[in-house]
Structure formats: structure tokens, C-alpha cells
């Protein structure tokens, strides 16, 4: 079966089933076959079905090259067992975590909510994980070939706590990381865990940083490797918060920033429905906020940070629609949970096709065009259609 058709099949017969299986359950079983597979001569079809492997797909994020610019985004796999299986479905990065330095079980009620209807995933998670050094552990023995590692790290702050241990608390996990990562991703804003300290100040999100510099210089003069320093920007973070934390960024040299994947304040219609979950809110509710925050990010910003786009994306349209506010690469997770494996490679072949339509050599060069041109793409025909009237 082609993955084409796989994907028709799990939108219209898998899906529909799961749907009605504890989220996650289907989660930890999704992982666990992932990791079967890998050990298995399936490993070998997978590689050849959903891999999309095209030159004009390579972009540079951060100083970082990717094969493509389609990353997993943090979430799927928290503790960085199944980073080879899923680079298999064609991912050009795999982001791992959110690690803390410790393990941590998470919350221990009912944590994932699906919004079946809305496309949307709430999560109350509160970060479960081995911690850093397990995590490290794993990826090492997973370690991808070709796409590229991410390692997200997030502090807890526990009662009793200074901002001066939360600063050495994020760097150690810094340091942890570094062995084993192609780019470090610091979540120090989660929407799910209570922090005590708001780490979204400008005072300390520029001791934070600052440290993380003089963390990543040691790795570097040690080792003579310098994994790239990305910062994840938390939905909500809008109007002077959102202009002094990409000043912050510029100004502590961090490499690449992703933004808004999860929101901690939703939609009234949403929550008044599902008036029993709560956490993070990601995936298609988002997708409308997530653009326009990018936008303005990219504004304040220009080129002097690349930027991610993560929060609602589900096919090579809404990749495009990210790329013309600003993005040089997407992030999903929400959007292959409702759309399933085949999703990556989908959204790759539209790009090659958006290229292909606008004499686009790129995908680089695509996102430069439609900077300035708006385009969808009608997946049907493969083929991009400009129009000068086109609406989000």
C-alpha cells in the first residue's frame, strides 16, 4: 500500500477507532510499535515508503542543516527511545523531551484530551520524563543518521528555590544535553507546571541565557562541538512580553526560536464544551494565533533569529502559511496524530511542488517568494495557485 493511500486509510478507518481508546494508551502503544519495527526488516519499508529525499528540501535553521524543514516537535517522545523509528517516517529533525534534571512522573489523573471535532489535543502532562541523564542516555543509543537531534530541556522550580538555582539548573541540563544534541531547545515556560518563579521576566530570562552561553563556550572549548541553542516561546506570550523576549533572544545570541505550539488560555466555545480538560491546548484551534504571534515575532526579529513554526499544522498549505509569516521550518505533533505517519511526507512532496510552480530552486528561496506573494497550495492537483485575494 503506497503511503498515500495509508494515509487515506488512517484518516477514515484507523483514526475513527482509536478515537475511542484512552489517548494515551494509543500514545504508548504508537511508541512501542515504532520501537518493534525499528528491530524488525519493516524498518527497511518504512525508510523507503515515507522518506523524501530532494536537495532543493535542505534548509539551514539556527546554523543547523536539516534534510527537510518537517521536524517532530517535543511531546511524542519524552525520553528519546523511538528518535530512530521516527526519523524513518521522514522527519528532517527530531526534537526529544522536554527533559527536566530530575524524573518526574507528571500529572497522575487523566493528563490528554482529545477535541476529535475541533482537531485539537489538550494536554495536563506536567512534564513526565526519566530525566536529562536518562534521555541523553537513550538518544545516544537511537541516535538518528540523518535527521537532526534536539534535545528540549525545561526547569522545575520547586519551593525554596532562588532564581540564582534555576539559572544553574538550566545550565547543567545544558551541559547533559550537549554530548549528544544537534541543537538544544530550552522550554522555560511550560503552560503545565506551576514555576513559582516567572522565568518570562526579562531580568531572568537574560541570566538564564547568558549562563547557557557560558555553558555551551565550555562544551565548546572542551569538546570543540557546539550544539545550536534554540528557546521555545510559549503561547501567551503576546504585545511588550512577546518584543522583550525576542530582544532577550537577539541580544544573548540564541540561534533559532519555535513558537506557539500550546496555549494555556482557550477559546471560550472550546472551553466551554470541554469544560473538564485542561492544560496546554495544540493543533488546529491554535493554528490562527499561532500565525499571527509568528508574524509579529518575525517583524521584531527579521532574519537576525530563524524562526519555527509549531501550533496547528497539518498539511504543506498550513506549512506554507507559517513560511509566509516568517518561518524557515514547521514542527508537528497534533497534526500526525489526527492525520497519521504519512503527514511528513505529504507536506515534503507539496513543498516540491510549490517550488516546481514557482520556478522556486528552495525551499529557502519558496519561502521568499511567498513572503511576498501569497499562494495555497491545492494538494489535488499539485500545484500552487496564486491568488492576490488568498484569506487565511
Known amino acids: 500500500m503506497s503511503p498515500d493511500k495509508c494515509l487515506n486509510v488512517y484518516e477514515r478507518f484507523v483514526f475513527p477507532v482509536l478515537s475511542h481508546v484512552d489517548a494515551e494508551v494509543c500514545h504508548r502503544v504508537t511508541l512501542r510499535l515504532l520501537m518493534l519495527a525499528e528491530a524488525t526488516p519493516v524498518r527497511g519499508f518504512v525508510d523507503s515508503a515515507f522518506m523524501v529525499n530532494d536537495r532543493?528540501?535542505?534548509?539551514?535553521?539556527?546554523?543547523v542543516e536539516f534534510s527537510n524543514p518537517v521536524m517532530l516537535a517535543p511531546g511524542f517522545d519524552k525520553n528519546g527511545v523511538a528518535v530512530r523509528p521516527l526519523e524513518r517516517l521522514g522527519f528532517g529533525g527530531?526534537?526529544?523531551?522536554?527533559?527536566?534534571?530530575?524524573?518526574?512522573?507528571?500529572?497522575?489523573?487523566?493528563?490528554?484530551?482529545?477535541?476529535?471535532?475541533?482537531?485539537?489535543?489538550?494536554?495536563y502532562m506536567q512534564l513526565p520524563n526519566v530525566?536529562?541523564?536518562?534521555?541523553?542516555?537513550?538518544?545516544?543509543?537511537?541516535?538518528?543518521?540523518?535527521?537532526?537531534?534536539?534535545?528540549?530541556?525545561?526547569?522545575?522550580?520547586?519551593?525554596?528555590?532562588?532564581m540564582d538555582d534555576v539559572v544553574s539548573q538550566v545550565?547543567?541540563?545544558?551541559?547533559?544535553?550537549?554530548?549528544?544534541?544537534?541543537?538544544?531547545?530550552?522550554?522555560?515556560?511550560?503552560?503545565?507546571?506551576?514555576?513559582?518563579?516567572?522565568?518570562?521576566?526579562?531580568?531572568?530570562?537574560?541570566k538564564i541565557l547568558w549562563n547557557v552561553n557560558r555553558q555551551l563556550n565550555y562544551v565548546e572549548r572542551e569538546s570543540g562541538v557546539r550544539p545550536a541553542l534554540f528557546f521555545r516561546?510559549?503561547?501567551?506570550?503576546?504585545?511588550?512580553?512577546?518584543?522583550?523576549?525576542?530582544?532577550?533572544?537577539?541580544?544573548?545570541?540564541?540561534?533559532?526560536?519555535?513558537g506557539f505550539n500550546t496555549f494555556s488560555d482557550w477559546p471560550d466555545r472550546i472551553r466551554e464544551?470541554?469544560?473538564?480538560?485542561?492544560g496546554g491546548l495544540s493543533g488546529r484551534p491554535i493554528k490562527k494565533r499561532t500565525i499571527e504571534l509568528l508574524a509579529?515575532?518575525?517583524?521584531?526579529?527579521g532574519d537576525r533569529i530563524d524562526l519555527i513554526g509549531s501550533g496547528g499544522?497539518?498539511?504543506?498549505?498550513?506549512?506554507?502559511?507559517?513560511?509566509?509569516?516568517?518561518?524557515?521550518?514547521?514542527?508537528?505533533?497534533?497534526?500526525?496524530?489526527?492525520?497519521?505517519?504519512?503527514?511528513?511526507?505529504?507536506?515534503?512532496?507539496?513543498?516540491?511542488?510549490?517550488?516546481?510552480?514557482?520556478?522556486?530552486?528552495?525551499?529557502?528561496?519558496?519561502?521568499?517568494?511567498?513572503?511576498?506573494?501569497?499562494?495555497?497550495?491545492d494538494l489535488g492537483r499539485l500545484s500552487v495557485l496564486e491568488s492576490s485575494s488568498y484569506v487565511d
Open 94 to 123: 527530531v526534537e526529544i523531551g522536554s527533559a527536566t534534571e530530575k524524573s518526574r512522573k507528571g500529572y497522575p489523573g487523566k493528563r490528554i484530551w482529545r477535541m476529535v471535532e475541533e482537531r485539537g489535543l489538550a494536554n
Open 171 to 206: 545550565g547543567r541540563m545544558v551541559i547533559a544535553a550537549s554530548c549528544a544534541a544537534d541543537y538544544i531547545s530550552l522550554n522555560i515556560v511550560c503552560p503545565n507546571v506551576e514555576h513559582g518563579i516567572d522565568t518570562k521576566k526579562p531580568d531572568i530570562l537574560y
Open 56 to 63: 532543493r528540501l535542505r534548509v539551514t535553521i539556527g546554523g
Open 313 to 377: 499544522v497539518e498539511n504543506t498549505e498550513d506549512g506554507l502559511e507559517m513560511m509566509r509569516a516568517g518561518a524557515k521550518g514547521v514542527q508537528i505533533y497534533t497534526g500526525m496524530v489526527y492525520r497519521g505517519p504519512s503527514v511528513v511526507r505529504e507536506i515534503n512532496r507539496g513543498l516540491i511542488a510549490a517550488m516546481e510552480r514557482m520556478g522556486a530552486g528552495s525551499v529557502g528561496r519558496l519561502r521568499k517568494l511567498i513572503m511576498n506573494q501569497p499562494v495555497k497550495l
Open 296 to 301: 509579529q515575532l518575525h517583524q521584531i526579529t
Open 233 to 258: 516561546i510559549a503561547g501567551g506570550v503576546e504585545g511588550t512580553m512577546l518584543d522583550e523576549t525576542a530582544k532577550a533572544l537577539i541580544n544573548t545570541r540564541v540561534n533559532a526560536a519555535s
Open 131 to 162: 530525566g536529562i541523564t536518562g534521555v541523553v542516555e537513550n538518544a545516544k543509543k537511537n541516535a538518528p543518521r540523518r535527521a537532526k537531534l534536539g534535545i528540549s530541556v525545561s526547569p522545575i522550580i520547586e519551593n525554596g528555590m532562588t
Open 273 to 278: 464544551r470541554y469544560f473538564d480538560a485542561r
